[in-house]
């Protein structure tokens, strides 16, 4: 927010940031109940934000969670490519162009000031302001040249921790998988009841939690036709280090020892799935695994992070994560300036928006 709000905010609000926004989730919990099955309960959602209960601040927990409660989940009609296929029309419309598969290189710098990209092609786009929004860790240590100065900035940004990374097991099924077990909820799993909990050691031992999905039955638009064609999601919340010692290996070059490395993810993970869905396993006919390098490799988080920078009670009180940086021309968006997720990016990129062209938050909801 504009920066006089944004301090205005912080002094009338002091004392609700001191005890919501500096606590972590677990802080909170251990003063409301000792119950370890209740203070799951609470806690047992923390992956929609990927920020570990022990680390991150109640009050990103808060919100999330109770976005839930309140009004339930909602998934796109057409499922994910629905966005861009409403986004694009807006975008060229306005006379923009978007385009896929056009990797930025730097940042284009003058007297201090960013007035462009360069492409990896060697394209220059020349821009009255650059809005970045693949993450401000990325931004600063990917896009920004070097000794443009600012360092504190930059430092501020990169001693903020990371999120967690994950494996994601893309399942396929043919047949009638309600009658099997599927509903349109989300599952979170924890077979050892603890949820503060990430995949360290894998695929030694079992995942010690799971989230399963089903966006097919989520979908409104999707004909499964004659063969009941349905898709799902199955999840767990990893630590870099399993697979660190393959990360600079391009893709198809990471030997025999990664193919069995993620063969053994993936039969420990429907392994553990098939004990909770017994009749559901009985009809995948698909599986594909990713994992973090998949990540790293196709968003640019690094190590895997896709929810970017770590939810802790620091990240939330960074004056490092302005929309507006101490570069002139360069802005920030996307979740890393407000919150994780699809609606934190969203938010990320209208106060964007709006930091370009002021007039823009007389039109934002209050």
Same mark, same amino acid.
């Given at each position: ?131 970045? $929004? ?28 990371? #999120? ?48 399963? #999905? ?8 999707? $004909? ?31 030997? $025999? ?81 407000? #919150? ?27």
């Amino acid at each position: 927010m504009p920066e006089i709000v944004g301090h205005a905010l912080k002094w009338w609000h002091g004392h609700a940031i001191e005890r919501w926004c500096r606590r972590t989730t677990q802080e909170v919990i251990d003063e409301i109940t000792d119950n370890p099955a209740l203070a799951a309960a609470f806690a047992a959602q923390w992956f929609d934000h990927g920020g570990r209960p022990s680390k991150a601040s109640f009050a990103l927990h808060a919100l999330i969670t109770a976005s839930y409660l309140e009004s339930g989940a909602w998934y796109p009609k057409g499922g994910g490519a629905a966005f861009a296929d409403h986004i694009l029309p807006t975008i060229t419309k306005a006379g923009g162009e978007a385009r896929a598969d056009t990797k930025v290189e730097t940042l284009l710098m003058e007297d201090d000031r960013v007035v462009g990209v360069r492409t990896e092609q060697g394209e220059e786009i020349r821009a009255d302001a650059v809005i970045s $929004d693949i993450g401000a860790r990325e931004t600063v240590n990917h896009l920004l040249p070097a000794r443009c100065g600012h360092q504190d900035w930059i430092d501020e940004i990169n001693a903020l921790p990371h #999120s967690v990374a994950h494996f994601s097991l893309f399942v396929g099924f043919e047949g009638n998988i309600q009658r099997a077990g599927a509903t349109r909820s989300n599952h979170w799993i924890y077979p050892g009841g603890k949820v503060d909990v990430v995949w360290t050691d894998a695929p030694d031992t079992p995942p010690p939690g799971l989230f399963v #999905s089903f966006a097919s039955l989520k979908d409104p638009s999707h $004909d499964p036709g004659p063969s009941q064609r349905y898709a799902g999601e199955i999840v767990t919340w990893a630590d870099w280090s399993v697979v660190e010692k393959w990360a600079d290996m391009p893709p198809g070059a990471r030997g $025999d020892d990664y193919r069995a490395f993620k063969a053994r993810v993936e039969d420990a993970m429907f392994t553990l799935f098939e004990t909770y869905f017994p009749e559901l396993a009985k009809l995948v006919v698909f599986r594909n695994l990713s994992t973090p390098l998949t990540t790293q490799a196709i968003t640019g988080h690094h190590k895997g992070a896709f929810y970017g920078i770590d939810t802790t009670p620091d990240r939330l009180m960074s004056e490092a994560l302005q929309t507006r940086t101490p570069v002139p021309g360069l802005i920030l968006a996307g979740q890393d300036v407000l #919150s994780p997720g699809i609606p934190g990016a969203l938010w990320g990129g209208l106060l964007a928006a709006a930091t370009v062209d002021p007039m823009l938050f007389r039109h934002l909801p209050g």
